[in-house]
């Protein structure tokens, strides 16, 4: 069993950045890849980042890829999403999730399916 807890959501205005952090507890000493996904209101869950257990796999989907930064530290069982240039377009509940530990799911996937754990959410709301 994994645990996910987010942090570091918040109000911004438009141009401005925000690093979301993810902390998980439980199986850590496991291998999984972990993702980012967010949810605004009326629209489906949509895919944000993915980075693999190592780190060397990452995912980004057009929409975000050059703006937002996926990473994580496993010796402090935590994963981040450094977001720049923000837009009112990335205002959503944003969902830490991982890969359940198992083999194969080391790797990075924008698959929301491939995903077993997810956290509460954090709120990131981008207006002027």
């Known amino acids: 069993q994994v645990q996910l807890v987010e942090s570091g959501g918040g109000l911004v205005q438009p141009g401005d950045s925000l690093r979301l952090s993810c902390i998980s507890s439980?199986?850590?000493?496991?291998?999984?890849?972990m993702g980012w996904f967010r949810q605004a209101p009326g629209k489906e869950r949509e895919f944000v980042a993915a980075i693999s257990w190592l780190g060397s796999e990452q995912l980004y989907p057009d929409s975000v890829k050059g703006r937002f930064t996926i990473s994580r530290d496993n010796a402090k069982n935590t994963m981040f999403l450094q977001m720049n240039s923000l837009t009112p377009h990335d205002t959503a509940v944003y969902y830490c999730?991982?890969?359940?530990?198992?083999?194969?799911?080391?790797?990075?996937?924008?698959?929301?399916?491939?995903?077993?754990?997810w956290g509460q959410g954090t709120q990131v709301t981008v207006s002027s």
């Open positions: 999730a991982a890969r359940s530990p198992a083999p194969g799911n080391y790797r990075a996937s924008a698959d929301a399916y491939d995903y077993e754990y």
């Open positions: 439980g199986r850590t000493d496991e291998s999984y890849g």
